[in-house]
T-cell receptor
Framework: DAGITQSPRHKVTETGTPVTLRCHQTENHRYMYWYRQDPGHGLRLIHYSYGVKDTDKGEVSDGYSVSRSKTEDFLLTLESATSSQTSVYFC?????????????FGDGTRLSIL | GQNIDQPTEMTATEGAIVQINCTYQTSGFNGLFWYQQHAGEAPTFLSYNVLDGLEEKGRFSSFLSRSKGYSYLLLKELQMKDSASYLCAGTNAGKSTFGDGTTLTVKP
């Protein structure tokens, strides 16, 4: 158990509203990631973090922002949600600091934008 | 780009062996991961290759050829619970790029 908790697990909201998803880890891993998963597209990286206040963009970062003020928490914010952001969002941590370490995923957040 | 390609769907019979292929552009990745994802659940780590050759873990094996940009996941003695999506992911500098996944259906 990698000790990753995502909240909320499910959310339905309206277009134009702000949404924040939280990822909490209990094991002080340095690297954290946010992905979205849509049918037929696998996992796509939104943003990632390699330490407190150190974040970078992934391949699908438009419309999303992140913050990491504490090692254990990585927040994903949709400033003004759109229907195209309806998806399942997964947070992940990477063991250690080398690329040959696997990622472990939270249980996901199912987000619906109406 | 760093596209990763894998078949969309495969079907196999319980007790059989199945090979799921993954191809990628040879530059940019320094390792290949395989993950399993059951419907409605999070992906879980299966196997990792950083050097050419075969890595065996019980019923699951993974192979990598870096010069050919090719990997495969081999599942032996298939069980019904192996019905899932299998994700190939290339990794570099702490970031992973995922293929779209192969949905494997195991039939009795």
């Amino acid at each position: 158990d990698a000790g990753i908790t995502q909240s909320p697990r499910h959310k339905v909201t309206e277009t134009g509203t702000p949404v924040t998803l939280r990822c909490h880890q209990t094991e002080n891993h340095r690297y954290m990631y946010w992905y979205r998963q849509d049918p037929g597209h696998g996992l796509r990286l939104i943003h990632y973090s390699y330490g407190v206040k150190d974040t970078d963009k992934g391949e699908v970062s438009d419309g999303y922002s992140v913050s990491r003020s504490k090692t254990e928490d990585f927040l994903l914010t949709l400033e003004s949600a759109t229907s195209s952001q309806t998806s399942v969002y997964f947070c992940a941590i990477q063991e250690g600091t080398y690329s040959n370490q696997p990622q472990h995923f939270g249980d996901g957040t199912r987000l619906s934008i109406l | 780009g760093q596209n990763i390609d894998q078949p969309t769907e495969m079907t196999a019979t319980e007790g059989a062996i199945v090979q799921i292929n993954c191809t990628y552009q040879t530059s940019g990745f320094n390792g290949l991961f395989w993950y399993q994802q059951h419907a409605g659940e999070a992906p879980t780590f299966l196997s990792y290759n950083v050097l050419d050759g075969l890595e065996e873990k019980g019923r699951f094996s993974s192979f990598l050829s870096r010069s050919k940009g090719y990997s495969y996941l081999l599942l032996k003695e298939l069980q019904m619970k192996d019905s899932a999506s299998y994700l190939c992911a290339g990794t570099n500098a702490g970031k992973s790029t995922f293929g779209d996944g192969t949905t494997l259906t195991v039939k009795p």
